[in-house]
């Protein structure tokens, strides 16, 4: 994940973001109420979070478990080379595999974690067998399966 730069936040900017955190479906005008602002300001705000890219984009977030996608798996990668157009090769692959939702490059032992949603221990097996070892710089998988999500949540802590 890059940062290119920090942007300077106020206040403001904060309560603006939390709430939509909680709700991307706010209103400007329900935005300045609950700021005790007028409209104008607000979408002020919110246009330069999204233009700066603190806000990068509004999303829905869905129940794997109701899509079928009741299977989420943990896996950590090691590759056996770790060149640069070996890395770039290993990431554009895996970018195209639409059971990974999440994909972290690491320092330390391993040199992936991946997030994978399936439908049940089938889809996985058939996922890591004709998906995930085509790759051939892949040296090693360690997998293990969530049983239970104590917390989820895409908000970013703030203030």
């Given at each position: 994940?890059?940062?290119?730069s920090?942007?300077?936040?106020?206040?403001?900017?904060?309560?603006?973001?939390?709430?939509?955190?909680?709700?991307?479906?706010?209103?400007?005008?329900?935005?300045?109420?609950?700021?005790?602002?007028?409209?104008t300001?607000?979408?002020?705000?919110?246009?330069?979070?999204?233009?700066?890219?603190?806000?990068?984009?509004?999303?829905?977030?869905?129940?794997?478990?109701?899509?079928?996608?009741?299977?989420?798996?943990?896996?950590?990668?090691?590759?056996?080379?770790?060149?640069?157009?070996?890395?770039?090769?290993?990431e554009?692959?895996?970018?195209?595999?639409?059971?990974v939702?999440?994909?972290y490059?690491?320092?330390?032992?391993?040199?992936?974690?991946?997030?994978?949603?399936?439908?049940?221990?089938?889809?996985?097996?058939?996922?890591?067998?004709?998906?995930?070892?085509?790759?051939?710089?892949?040296?090693?998988?360690?997998?293990?399966?969530?049983m239970?999500?104590?917390?989820?949540?895409?908000?970013?802590?703030?203030?």
């Amino acid at each position: 994940m890059e940062n290119n730069s920090t942007i300077r936040l106020d206040s403001t900017d904060i309560h603006i973001i939390k709430l939509l955190q909680k709700n991307a479906r706010i209103t400007n005008k329900e935005l300045a109420a609950q700021l005790d602002l007028t409209i104008t300001p607000v979408y002020e705000r919110v246009k330069r979070l999204e233009k700066t890219g603190v806000i990068g984009q509004y999303v829905a977030l869905i129940d794997a478990d109701k899509t079928g996608k009741g299977l989420m798996a943990l896996c950590m990668l090691r590759l056996e080379k770790h060149t640069k157009d070996k890395l770039a090769q290993f990431e554009a692959h895996v970018a195209q595999i639409p059971e990974v939702t999440e994909c972290y490059h690491l320092a330390g032992q391993y040199d992936y974690h991946l997030k994978i949603l399936v439908k049940d221990m089938n889809a996985f097996q058939d996922f890591i067998v004709n998906k995930l070892s085509t790759n051939e710089n892949l040296a090693n998988i360690q997998s293990s399966f969530v049983m239970k999500k104590i917390t989820d949540t895409t908000a970013v802590p703030l203030g």
